[in-house]
Nanobody, 125 residues
Framework: QVQLVESGGGLVQAGGSLRLSCAAS????????MGWFRQAPGKEREFVAD????????YYAASVKGRFTISRDNAKTTVYLQMNSLKPEDTAVYYC??????????????????WGQGTQVTVSS
């Protein structure tokens, strides 16, 4: 099965940038679409972005579109989330996950498997 490890989180001031990485161990990484979710204290897990297996299609939540960019490097079996113009509202634990094959992006966590452990992003005002 696929193992996922997120990294790159930390403390940043509002307006700053961070790049999150999600490293996958499986050799079949390139066959899977991937997504990023986040969860703030006391809130439900929220969809952030998704990228197809080829990297040719991306989808973003309205709250991050224009500020965040999802990308992947299949040779390195890694998915990235570049976060610019960060806001305090972006503070959350960020998770990457594998989207099940032949699913349509709908922003639901139920479409994803093989979750990573998460990385904390804190944006100060």
């Amino acid at each position: 099965q696929v193992q996922l490890v997120e990294s790159g989180g930390g403390l940043v001031q509002a307006g700053g940038s961070l790049r999150l990485s999600c490293a996958a161990s499986g050799r079949t990484f390139s066959s899977y679409a991937m997504g990023w979710f986040r969860q703030a204290p006391g809130k439900e897990r929220e969809f952030v972005a998704d990228i197809s297996w080829s990297g040719g299609s991306t989808y973003y939540a309205a709250s991050v579109k224009g500020r965040f960019t999802i990308s992947r490097d299949n040779a390195k079996t890694t998915v990235y989330l570049q976060m610019n113009s960060l806001k305090p509202e972006d503070t959350a634990v960020y998770y990457c996950a594998v989207r099940r094959p032949r699913t349509v992006v709908g922003g639901s966590w139920r479409e994803y498997d093989y979750w990573g452990q998460g990385t904390q992003v804190t944006v100060s005002s």
